[in-house]
């Protein structure tokens, strides 16, 4: 108590007859400060930030209460792996306490550190990882299934893509596609892609007029619409022997 209130408002008061400034700033509010600095740890640092290894029933990590703990913030590391003596993994990571105690190490006040096995934490936060990437995939729009397009043959598809609709279909790689929305925006030019509507495209998609990258690739596989029988025009024609 003395050291708290008195001390620190004496020397105020003694050094330059500020007792009131002693006692309300260098006592009362650091004091006040320094708890709710303290009671972080159990309070903002169980809501802010992310989860790195663990989201189940550990608190997260944020740098922010990390520094207004004084580096307990990385609550995430702790709680999944308790008895590692460091809160932070990284060695830049600020976590003072880590550093004091691998300090004391180095002048032999420290012994048999804890270290959770690396192997251990890389499985954690592979998990986080992974988690966080379905959560992007979810949240993307992806071609339907084989297994839900219909199976149409070589003459069907001719015939749709030669119908009165106005509809344009390309075959390609044993899938139909409508690019009926998408001839008009075709990089290569609408004539390019138009003189392959009702063709078996394969061959020119892939390389034979241009080898296409992943993003045409994903583009045109949201276009499908069927499953063309045997795969194509050569599979067709081998059928017709």
Not at 159 to 170: E, K, S
Request: proline letters at 4%; charged letters at 20%.
């Amino acid at each position: 108590m003395s050291m708290t209130f008195f001390v620190p408002t004496l020397v105020c008061g003694i050094g330059w007859n500020d007792y009131r400034g002693g006692f309300f700033f260098a006592s009362v509010l650091r004091l006040v400060i320094l708890h709710h600095a303290t009671f972080c740890i159990n309070s903002l640092a169980l809501y802010l930030g992310d989860a790195p290894f663990d989201d189940k029933h550990t608190p997260p990590d944020h740098f922010i209460t990390t520094l207004i703990t004084g580096g307990e913030g990385y609550h995430n590391f702790h709680h999944e792996f308790p008895s590692d003596y460091r809160n932070a993994l990284r060695w830049f990571q600020y976590d003072r306490t880590k550093w004091v105690i691998w300090i004391a190490k180095k002048c032999g006040l420290a012994t048999n550190l804890k270290k959770f096995p690396d192997n251990e934490i890389a499985k954690g936060r592979y998990t986080m990882t992974v988690k966080a990437l379905n959560k992007v995939r979810d949240s993307i729009a992806w071609p339907k299934d084989r297994t839900e397009l219909p199976i149409i043959s070589f003459e069907e598809y001719q015939q749709i893509a030669n119908g009165d609709d106005g509809r344009q279909f390309v075959l390609i790689a044993g899938f139909v596609h409508d690019v009926t929305d998408f001839i008009d925006s075709h990089p290569g030019g609408r004539a390019l892609l138009k003189s392959q509507v009702g063709k078996d495209a394969t061959v020119p998609f892939h390389g034979g007029v241009h080898a296409h990258n992943t993003a045409a690739h994903n583009l045109l596989a949201m276009m499908r619409v069927a499953i063309c029988e045997h795969g194509g025009e050569v599979e067709f024609r081998k059928k017709q022997l």
